[in-house]
């Protein structure tokens, strides 16, 4: 900087030079500057700061904002209060705020409304309070009522699937009982005819089988003496199920058939039986199972007890629709003699080689016969008083005759049996009590046969040819 000095000469006269200052002086004042400047920043940057800590704790603090903000603003007093205290008492609320924030209070309806009009410089008049209550009320009973009114759809809604629900169930149980239902009535309109005439309800999936099977050979060469191997048997009938059950596996069986076998000590002749006569019963579209029934102890044999026992374990096992009662010794000669459920009684034995393939007698009613479950039940199936060998067939033709059953016999030409001879086996003693039983036969019906059977199931085996079922009968002297 430059200054004027001003002194007088001696001639009077006033002598200005150019003089300049000082260098210390003008240091002096550069820095005396330089500390005003910054002591001016300083104090704007912590006038900012603090104001920028006081609008966030402020903005972020429930307990403040519940009373000193309005719509998200800062209100003016606070930010004084706050910017009068210092910055241990700003840590302070921002950490009281962080940890455990100070309870809000509750406030009516009336306060807010009252404070409110305290704001805005107008007065509070009970109608006003009056007013503001009707209308909190008013939307409690509004969120009330639709409240009500969901809880009563969904309520509408849970009974609605519950109905369905129970619907579904009753059908669900009422579907057997109609099928049962359907059944008796077919039963009660079939009377005693077979179902072969009336055949069963056909499953959807397959058809019926055909009447005529078209597997059938005709004429068959037995030869009862090659010897029979039973690993063979079940070898050469994969189709069958344990216990010796079959049903044809492309159609619906017309006739569903339990073959019944009184039997003691005669393994040879079953053996012989099962290799000719399961093809046989398959190749007729069957439905059948082999019960083999065989009496335990050393009592006399009783073949008409054990043909009951057998009949009555059968209906127990399955709904059977006919019983065909068979000899093991007898093998057919032609398949073309169907075993279906009969109309009438039927006798299938009825040309046998022993006896030059003719029916030596019209009342010969043994070997083999098949009768429907009703047509049994009729009779009262065998009587039980025949221990030993002889007189139970001719009781039971008695039997069928006293009934007003008509007995039916295939053509001789096509029911041709062979005989199993030559094997030995402990024969049957014959019965000497035979003819003065058959003189009272028709006083015993009701009193002597299959709802009188007395037996004790022993044993029940089931084999993959067949069901062997062990009885210990009741009812002799020495049993």
Not at 44 to 60: F, G, K, P, Q, W
Not at 280 to 287: E, W
Not at 420 to 426: D, L, N, P, Q, S
């Amino acid at each position: 900087m430059i200054r004027r000095n001003a002194k007088w000469k001696p001639n009077g006269t006033i002598d200005r030079k150019p003089v300049l200052w000082s260098m210390p002086s003008m240091g002096v004042g550069v820095f005396t500057i330089v500390v005003f400047s910054g002591l001016i920043l300083c104090s704007n940057i912590v006038y900012m700061h603090r104001r920028y800590t006081v609008s966030s704790t402020v903005a972020n603090h429930s307990y403040w904002k519940g009373l000193e903000t309005e719509r998200g603003r800062s209100h003016p007093t606070l930010l004084r209060k706050l910017w009068t205290q210092g910055g241990n008492d700003q840590e302070q609320v921002t950490n009281n705020s962080r940890s455990s924030p100070p309870k809000q209070e509750i406030r009516t309806s009336e306060e807010q409304l009252k404070e409110t009009n305290q704001k805005q410089g107008k007065h509070t008049d009970a109608s006003d309070v009056i007013q503001q209550n009707t209308k909190d009320s008013g939307l409690d009973q509004r969120q009330e009522t639709h409240q009500k009114e969901l809880k009563q759809t969904e309520q509408q809604a849970n009974r609605a699937t519950q109905e369905t629900h129970q619907k579904e169930l009753k059908q669900t149980e009422q579907q057997p009982n109609r099928a049962m239902q359907e059944q008796k009535q077919d039963k009660e309109k079939d009377g005693n005819k077979s179902t072969s005439a009336h055949p069963i309800k056909v499953v959807a999936s397959l058809p019926l089988c055909p009447a005529s099977p078209p597997k059938l050979i005709g004429k068959l060469f037995v030869n009862l003496t090659t010897k029979v191997n039973l690993d063979d048997v079940v070898k050469n009938n994969p189709g069958l199920m344990p216990g010796g059950l079959y049903r044809p596996p492309d159609c619906q069986p017309r006739d569903k058939v339990a073959v019944v076998i009184p039997f003691r000590d005669r393994e040879e002749h079953l053996r012989i039986f099962l290799h000719y006569m399961i093809p046989i019963f398959q190749r007729q579209l069957l439905q059948f199972k082999i019960y083999l029934i065989e009496q335990a102890g050393n009592c006399s044999f009783n073949r008409g007890m054990l043909i009951n026992v057998g009949v009555l374990e059968a209906a127990k096992d399955s709904d059977w629709q006919c019983f065909c009662l068979h000899d093991v010794d007898l093998i057919l000669e032609d398949d073309r003699n169907l075993y279906t459920c009969p109309e009438k009684p039927k006798h299938m034995s009825v040309a046998v080689d022993k006896f030059g393939y003719r029916l030596f007698s019209p009342s010969l009613f043994g070997g083999i016969t098949i009768f429907t479950r009703e047509q049994f039940w009729k009779i009262n199936g065998f009587s039980n008083s025949y221990w030993g060998w002889g007189g139970e067939d001719d009781d039971l033709y008695k039997r069928v005759r006293n009934a007003g059953m008509v007995i039916t016999r295939p053509d001789t030409k096509l029911a041709r049996y062979k005989m199993i001879r030559g094997i030995h086996h402990t024969a049957a003693k014959e019965n000497p009590h035979r003819f003065s039983l058959l003189a009272a036969a028709a006083k015993r019906i009701d009193t002597d046969g299959l709802r009188t059977t007395s037996y004790v199931v022993m044993s029940q085996q089931q084999h993959y040819l067949y069901t062997k079922i062990t009885v210990g009968l009741r009812g002799h002297v020495n049993c």
